[in-house]
């Protein structure tokens, strides 16, 4: 990442620990990100199933929208070390989702704090009706 | 593209940091408690962003998830007064919590099992780019790629924030408020 920061390690090679973590532990390749990426996917769609707390499960939607923007990012790193792309599309389809998500924040908040109002709850099995 | 030295380390106290900031936030048990995980979370996400070599995006992560989007939630909390969650005492089955981390942990198996297979996606020792972007110059292509590739969605999204924040006033404003302007 950045000499400055890491330079310690890199200066010792040959120790037992830098050894293993070359050797065993190495990430290789995007497969590691991919999988961080699909694991908090997986723990983002379970909070959306299984809380009842609106807010909770919009915090959920936004781990499942950064499980996809990690997966952009991942492939456009693994895209330009091949030498395939020149571009940084994936970043630019990063920062989209991150916008679209901050619109979505807001209007869903908006929408809770309507409902609040309404109903003084926030539970989502309490809310059952279209029209009230 | 393979990570070296320190970069290994950051990459599993990231991961971890991520992943147990997630699984804390769906299991928290007040909302605020969720809030402050979702923003450890996010953090570990810009941390990975970095690894990867996204510095604009990393900081853009920060700015707007962090900054906005969490606090964000944090007013909503404090306005709606959430209290603490009551789970229901009579439920037909009961093990379904158990039953769901079980079948995510078998898929995760399942998918860093039929990922490390896939030998396409570890670039071999030839293809690898040399050296690393510096950080101006990361962010000298984004904004690039930003204004001429992405000009049109770039606008589109103006015009998406513009209708966002128009739209959350409407949405939150009370029933006086609306009479007052009527």
């Not at chain 1, 990426?37 to 499960?57: C, K, P, Q």
């Not at chain 1, 989702?97 to 929408?111: Q, R």
């Not at chain 2, 604009?56 to 939630?73: N, R, T």
């Not at chain 2, 909503?76 to 959430?82: A, F």
């Amino acid at each position: 990442m950045h000499e400055v920061v890491i330079g310690w390690a890199l200066q010792e090679p040959t120790s037992v620990f830098g050894r293993f973590l070359e050797g065993v532990a190495a990430p290789k390749g995007i497969v590691d990100f991919l999988v961080v990426s699909f694991m908090l996917f997986a723990i983002g769609v379970l909070g959306v199933l299984s809380r009842r707390n609106i807010l909770i499960i919009f915090m959920s939607i936004e781990l499942i929208l950064n499980a996809a923007n990690l997966n952009f990012i991942a492939f456009t790193r693994y895209w330009q070390a091949m030498g395939r792309i020149s571009e940084n599309m994936g970043h630019i389809f990063t920062i989209f989702v991150i916008v679209v998500a901050a619109a979505e924040a807001v209007i869903g908040l908006g929408i809770l704090i309507a409902l609040y109002r309404n109903r003084q709850t926030v539970a989502i099995d309490e809310i059952n009706l279209l029209k009230w | 593209m393979e990570l070296k030295g320190a970069q290994i380390v950051f990459y599993y106290g990231l991961a971890f940091l991520v992943l147990i900031m997630a699984v804390s936030l769906i299991r928290a048990r007040s909302a605020v408690h969720a809030a402050l995980y979702l923003m450890g979370a996010l953090i570990g996400v810009a941390g990975l962003f970095l690894l990867l070599h996204a510095e604009f995006v990393a900081g853009a992560q920060i700015l707007i998830y962090v900054g906005g989007v969490v606090v964000l939630f944090i007013f909503v909390i404090m306005l709606v007064n959430v209290r603490e969650e009551i789970t229901e005492a009579t439920r037909l089955f009961t093990r379904q919590e158990a039953v769901a981390w079980g079948l995510v942990g078998a898929m995760t198996i399942a998918t860093v099992i039929a990922l490390r297979r896939e030998a396409n996606l570890v670039p071999p020792a030839g293809a690898l780019m040399e050296e690393p972007l510096a950080l101006a110059e990361d962010t000298q292509r984004v904004g690039s790629a930003l204004y001429t590739r992405a000009a049109l969605p770039f606008e589109i999204a103006s015009l998406l924030l513009l209708v966002a924040i128009v739209g959350s006033v409407i949405l939150a404003r009370t029933r006086r408020q609306e009479e007052t302007f009527d």
